[in-house]
């Protein structure tokens, strides 16, 4: 897997793979009869394994999810308790309420998570493909140099500009009338600091695709009088369309978990995220936080996220271990 | 050139103008947006990293200008002489290192033998495995990172009481000690001989836990490349399950494993959420890597000068772990191939 595959490519299908979906219509005898079948021993040899790694992997999501259901108000779980007694979705109705001490329900926490993320998935987007294409197609002086610099910004954790871009905000007071903010503590400064972080993934992710498109298509236009910028709306950008969604929901799930800008920047508690609140109850400062609560905030938390990148998968996981570089 | 363009017709001129302009327009937007919020800041940092940059240089009405001190915060920084308890320049670089290396090499070893395993002919549920083993990947870090933490809590967290239910199998009481780990907080180390906390291997866990899949999934598209009669040809020959796996499986992983391996490395040592979030850097700032320290140097401390110099020794050695990477890859390619 390379930086430039086309993330669609770069990973054999999982979910998707057509095999599982006849596996799980038919029964497994499907796959017993075209192969040959293993020797019981090592059949059962290597179920167990893969039963131990499959409990491996779900210990921390059960844990978590039993815990959520607990009614009890425990401040620490007694126990490893698969259903504890007396299950009840009471922990997700207090966090949906009240999820820290401050006055900000989950869904304002949502909003402001939400707002982020989508401000930084639409600008990243919308100028990563111009720029892509550009480097993708066009040739000019300097095409060298300017694709070397955003590549060394890929490659700096987003930590290393944070404390400039803090105290370059800082010196925007903004006055419209009766609005009044400081750009640094305001979610538009932190959006612009999510962009400032995934704009060079956007780019260079996007001109990975663009490279692996075919250039028959836009020849063609040419012949037929196309310009180009009519090449690249008509053309390209449609094509362009499963990337665009990618880098979108890649930039998305960047914004939607935002937590060093948004810790360091914001003053007013009416302002918090998701990522935010959840590190306040753990940490140095939720002794006292009841666990369940915890467990249900971070569902919640992860859940819209979680179902979408499960579905698209096996075009997303590409793109993730680029994009991972960026921390 | 410019005497052959004005030769031209008034028309054709301005059309070839704005062709070789027109690359530069698609670039604007987003060269000026990063040049405000990326490449100013950066450019800034350094200049900052040369002042004593504090709380009181950056108010909004009436700003003090920050005092030049030259190269003092570089040389606090290495001498490790920070008003921060616990700080050694050179252990944290090490430590980081190592901490991205074992990472690598544990997620590795664990990816390729549960591709391998689930490569198996023959073997029943594999496409339901699949489906269960990519779960890790597809929750957001920050929610990996708590709910582990909240797991290695020693008071009622899943770890000590799984430890304890296996230990009951065992007849061990509940309350014996090894079953009752302070996982993110003890300070003596858990080897004698190996100058790690136990903290760290509750990370290294965590973390495994988290990475192994991706890998797996790399590996399994490496194996599905295999053709079957390679191994038909080598189980003609006589060839153990070991001598197969050596000589038939290894030489297609390695080159679709060498290029992840590297940027897994670049990853994880630059992850962030793990240490931020399970152990605050804890016992004593043993486990703190470059980024989480950079981060507290400026939110907890408020040294912004000192951070920014900080960054700029990160941005160097992420430099040179990305040249000596990027060699080694090379490197190996020629020898893969």
């Known amino acids: 897997m390379t930086a430039t595959t086309d993330p669609g490519q770069a990973t054999p299908p999982l979910v998707g793979d057509p095999r599982l979906a006849r596996l799980l219509r038919r029964g497994t005898r499907v796959r017993a009869e075209q192969e040959k079948p293993l020797p019981l021993v090592r059949q059962i040899f290597l179920q167990v394994i893969l039963l131990f790694i499959t409990a491996s992997v779900l210990f921390p999501i059960v844990w978590i999810v039993s815990m959520s259901v607990d009614p009890r108000n425990l401040s620490r779980p007694d126990g490893l308790n698969l259903i504890p007694p007396g299950a009840s979705l009471d922990a997700y109705a207090k966090v949906i309420a009240e999820p820290t001490g401050n006055p900000i329900d989950f869904l304002g926490l949502a909003m402001n998570s939400l707002k982020i993320a989508l401000g930084a998935s639409v600008a990243t987007v919308f100028l990563g493909v111009l720029a892509a294409y550009a480097f993708s197609r066009l040739r000019f002086r300097g095409r060298e140099a300017l694709m070397i610099a955003v590549l060394g910004v890929l490659m700096l954790p987003s930590v290393a500009t944070i404390i400039p871009l803090f105290i370059f905000l ?89 937590y060093l800008t948004v810790a360091l920047f914001v003053g007013d508690t009416s302002d918090w995220t998701l990522s935010v609140a959840l590190n306040s109850m753990v940490g140095q400062f939720a002794r006292t936080t009841t666990w369940s609560y915890f467990a249900a905030f971070s569902i919640l938390f992860a859940l819209p996220v979680s179902v979408v990148f499960f579905i698209f998968q096996r075009y997303l996981i590409g793109g993730l271990a680029v994009g991972g570089v960026k921390g | 050139m410019a005497t052959a363009a004005a030769a031209l017709p008034p028309r054709r001129r301005s059309v070839r103008l704005s062709r070789s302009l027109q690359p530069y327009l698609y670039l604007v937007p987003a060269f000026v947006v990063m040049a405000i919020i990326t490449f100013y800041p950066l450019v800034f940092q350094v200049w900052m990293s040369f002042t004593d940059f504090g709380q009181i240089n ?39 290192l190592w901490w991205a290396f074992s990472n690598v090499v544990v997620h590795l070893v664990i990816g390729v033998f549960i591709a391998v395993t689930l490569n198996t002919k023959g073997l029943r549920f594999r496409g339901i495995y699949r489906a269960i083993f990519v779960l890790p990947v597809v929750i957001p870090p920050i929610i990996v990172a708590t709910v582990w933490r909240n797991m290695f809590d020693p008071n009622g967290g899943a770890i000590n009481y799984g430890l304890q239910a296996v230990g009951g199998l065992f007849g061990i009481p509940p309350d014996a000690p090894g079953l009752n ?50 191994y038909e040809a080598a189980a003609m020959d006589g060839a153990s399950p070991m001598q197969k796996f050596r000589n038939v499986t290894l030489p297609f992983l390695r080159p679709a494993m060498l290029p992840y391996a590297i940027y897994g490395f670049v990853i994880t040592f ?62 190996t390619k020629s020898y893969a191939e």
């Open chain 1, 170 to 258: 800082n010196q925007f007071q903004i006055d419209l009338g009766e609005v009044s903010f400081n750009l640094r503590a305001s979610i538009l400064g932190i959006t612009l600091a999510v962009i400032s972080a995934q704009l060079p993934f956007a780019i260079w992710n996007l001109k990975g695709y663009l490279d692996t498109i075919p250039k028959d298509l836009e020849e063609a236009a040419a012949v037929d009088g196309a310009n180009q910028n009519q090449i690249f709306r008509k053309v390209v950008l449609p094509l362009a369309i499963p990337a665009l969604a990618v880098t979108g929901f890649l930039g998305f799930l960047g914004g939607w978990t935002e």
């Open chain 2, 181 to 230: 780990l302070d996982w993110l907080r003890q300070s003596n180390d858990p080897i004698s001989w190996l100058p790690l906390p136990l903290a760290y291997f509750a990370m290294l866990t965590a973390n495994t836990w988290l990475g192994w899949p991706l890998n797996s999934v790399v590996a399994t598209g490496a194996l599905q490349s295999i053709p079957g009669e390679l």
């Open chain 2, 270 to 331: 630059n992850l962030f959420f793990l240490p931020f979030f399970m152990t605050a850097g804890g016992p004593f700032g043993r486990t703190e890597i470059l980024v989480t320290q950079a981060y507290r140097l400026a939110y907890d401390l408020r040294l912004f000068g000192v951070a920014a110099a900080f960054a700029v020794y990160l941005f160097f050695l992420l430099l040179i772990v990305t040249l000596i990477t990027n060699r080694l890859a090379k490197a």
């Open chain 2, 58 to 96: 950056f108010r909004v009405r009436n700003p003090v200008p920050a005092e030049f001190v030259g190269l003092d915060n570089y040389v606090r920084i290495a001498q490790s002489r920070l008003a921060i308890p616990n700080f050694e320049f050179i252990r944290l670089v090490l430590f980081n």
